[in-house]
């Protein structure tokens, strides 16, 4: 998933080549590019192999095999991962984990400028499937693991890291879930931190904020279904599953949930509003201090809109059988992302009423993870460190708490009771980066400086008292 | 391909059942036709997952058997299509002058998924009177009885001065796929030469109790055109939806065409065939008949007669949104969004003004609308001459009398668009009737009356049979 601070419009601007790489940068960069260049999308890839290679690192730079876990299941070779540990000084210490999910969302090569499996640096971007979503996170907890381990670092608490498959598919195997399951002591830890906050940059580059995420919406996929007798094509009748199904969808994009707000995204957007400034800084403003209606002027910025409410949206759509048959099935799949307090069910009765067609049938698609009760407790523990260390790397910008409007694997973790919260240092534009879509990137400098980022916090979390 | 003459009597009995009691009635010819039927309706001949050159080996096989010689057995498959095959077989006749009757039908059908249907597609199942499975009626019906008299022919030693051919080929259901009648047309022209030949087509209508209304014959076809409509988005994470979503625009554009209607249209043949149904129809839709036979552009008596699918399709162009597919995730916006739309164009209107007309509708230029591969020319009807005509009625007045037959306009599309334009004309024709639901063509279940087909079969032997003298 990704984080998505934000408004304000991309300006195209070259930037320029990030030319002083410095040695241990470069070794980072050659491990970057191996994560991203091995496809670990469900149709074609291999998250085992993509663990196997991780390991490798890890084991090239002194961990014995006893502290490397690589898991996957019988019935999905393909889809396992690896947990890593460095032991603690203090057996009485609780570990910190570090999350990352290795699998990323599929990329049709035709439709991309680049190879999306090849990492390709250009204007000041690393451009490829997952350089965004989440492989440069997921190689940043490789490196720091690698260099905590050659320098002969000594946490105090341990540090484990889990690297997972399936947190792109809602109905595939996940290996959070399965961890969560059948691996709940090794994995066990005081919290995790995994993906889900970040930085925003305005159009120009410049950081605005960082966030540290504490909530996520919930991700629920419904499927409308329409079936008919079918027929020749030649024969057209009145009563067409395709037309029946796109009056539906019509009908739905034309709805907007209820404006909804919890004490996370009012403190996010309490920090944003003297940050953006202008017409929609007050607007930020407004609705942090319980002013619900200024959610209009917020809800025309797409990423910001994504904060307020329930959100749906048609992402699969398939109908018919041959080009000369009228359809006897059509089906569509609406992503749902579900604001924290309600229910996958009223989710669905509200789409129903909404299509007002009794011909489309409505129903909940498999559930990812547990409903989450809402926002866990950012404690100074977790906050602080994020808040210090920003100050010193990024003066002047302010860290906020947050709530994803996409789903993390913390989803699985939290409930399992080990609290998960977004933390990577790693700024994104307001385009949203391409996750999920076309020409997926993050900056190289984003990059290299969430790496720096992830390997200090980490360090002060680890020798936390 | 269908055809839909036939008249519609709404009556609401179910169909009569027959049941087992029919099957054990049937005559030692029947039984053998019904198990080659059978073994042709379970080879799946799908574009998907079928196999025709499996089928036209197992039809040349009975051919064999019967005493055909290898040489006048020719299996055919075009490179590239090695289970897109088809038959070509031969039987000579005793006057070495007189040209050859060609028997065309085509192996493949359209796909059938069995989650979707009642029963397996691809078993053939005899229930209350009916056959059901894929192929029953569109064109397998056909094919097995073109067989069975090439048999039959040949076993029996039947007088016959015509050579009589058979071709049995594939890909009449797929646009853009091969065909094997344009194949044979364009590369075993000498082989299939024919004064005529007969295919598909012009079926009879009956209504929904089992009475014979009237017999049809192809007399010009609709023009059958794919057209692709496709949005293009850059797409991005579902969590953060955006206004502009290619799912609705395709859904705005599909929505526009479905409630269009194209204006009304007639030839001279479909004024005919309005003319001679009105007094088998009656009623209100035969009064509608009448009228519009007399003054087609008059508008009132067509919007009654476009309240039947099957009229309404006599009468104008249409357009149906057939396949949807968009999307790469469940959680990512669609990039790619495409829609197929099947239209079947009445004679006289070109492929081009057809698709600026969809592009005028949707009103949507991110909307892109291809037209695809043309499946043939527009090709005109061959002339309904008595040497073709006169056998036909003469059979049908023996067996149906009462029961006219009558020239239509084919809303379908056949392989006889490939053979007319290469001189042979090719009638649409056969002697099976279907229900007002049109058998159920393409679609779910597709079923025909079991009497149908043996009695059709009975009066295809008898016809070619005078054809061949």
Known sequence: MRIILSATLAASIALPAYAQTRPDQQRFRTLYKELVETNTSLSAG???????????????????????????????????????????????????????????????????????????????????????????????????????????????????????????TSTAFNGAGWLATHERALIDAEFALNEGGGGRLDANGKPLILTVQAAEKFPQNYQLEVTNPGGHSSRPTPNNAIYHLAGGLMKISSYRFPFMANDITRAYFGKMGPQVGGEMGAAMTAFSKGNLSAAEKLSTDPSYNAFLHTTCIPTLLSAGHANNALPQRADANINCRIFPGTSVEDVRAKLKELVGDPEIKVTVSDTRSEVPKGPQPLTPAIFKPVEALAAKMWPGVPVVPFMSAGATDGAFLTPAGIPTYGVSGMFGDPDGNGAHGLNERLRVKSVYDGRDFLYQVVKIYAQQK | MRKYANAALAAMLVAMPFGPARAQAL??????????????????????????????????????????PVRDLHIFTAPGHPKEGGVVAVLPGSDPKAKAILLLAHLDVVEAKREDWTRDPFKLVEEGGYFYGRGTADDKSLAAVWVDIMVHFKRDDIAHRRPLKLALTCGEETNGAFNGAKWLAANQRALIDAEFGLTEGGWGAMDEKGKRIALGINAGEKLSQNYQLEVTNPGGHSMRPVKDNAIYRLSAGLLKIGAYDFPILSTDASREYFSRMAPLT???????????????????????????????????????????????????????????????IFPGTTIEAVRGKLQELVGDSQIKITAQAA???????????????????????????????????????????FMTPAGIPTYGFTAMFFEPDGSRLHGLNERIRANVLYEGRDYLTDLIKAYAQ
Not at chain 1, 85 to 91: E, R, Y
Not at chain 1, 112 to 140: C, H, I, S
Not at chain 2, 296 to 312: E, I
Request: glycine share 8%.
């Open chain 2, 375 to 417: 499946r043939s020319e527009a090709s005109k009807a061959p002339p309904l001459t008595d040497a073709v005509m006169k056998p036909i009625i003469s059979e049908a007045a023996k067996r149906w009398p009462g029961v006219p037959v009558i020239p239509q306009l084919e809303i379908g599309a056949t392989d006889a668009s």
């Open chain 2, 282 to 344: 009656g009623g209100e839709m035969g009064a509608a008949m009448a009228e519009f036979s007399r003054a087609p552009q008059s508008g009132k008596p067509a919007a009654v007669l476009a309240g039947d699918p099957r009229y309404n399709a006599m009468m104008r162009t249409t357009c149906v949104a057939t396949l949807i597919n968009g999307g790469h995730a469940t959680n990512a916006l669609p990039q790619r969004v495409t829609a197929n739309v099947n239209c079947r």
């Open chain 1, 46 to 168: 291999s998250c085992t192999l993509a663990a196997s290679r991780m390991a490798a690192h890890l084991k090239a730079a002194g961990y014995p095999d006893a502290d490397l876990h690589p898991f996957s299941v019988p019935d999905h070779p393909k889809e396992g991962g690896l947990v890593a540990i460095l032991p603690g000084s203090d057996p009485k210490a609780k570990a910190i984990l570090l999350l990352g999910h290795l699998d990323v969302v599929e990329a049709r090569r035709e439709d991309w400028t680049r190879d999306p499996f090849t990492l390709v640096e250009e204007n000041g971007y690393f451009y490829g499937r997952g350089t965004a979503d989440m492989k440069a996170q997921v190689a940043a907890w490789v490196d720091a693991m690698v260099r905590y381990k050659e320098e002969g670092f000594k946490p105090r608490r341990s540090i484990k890291m889990a690297l997972t498959c399936g947190e792109e």
């Open chain 2, 27 to 68: 005559r030692p010819d029947q039984q053998a036709f019904r198990a080659l039927y059978k073994e042709l309706v379970e080879t799946n001949t799908t574009l998907s997952a079928g196999d025709c050159t499996l089928a036209a080996q197992r039809m040349a096989a009975h051919l064999k058997d019967a005493g055909y």
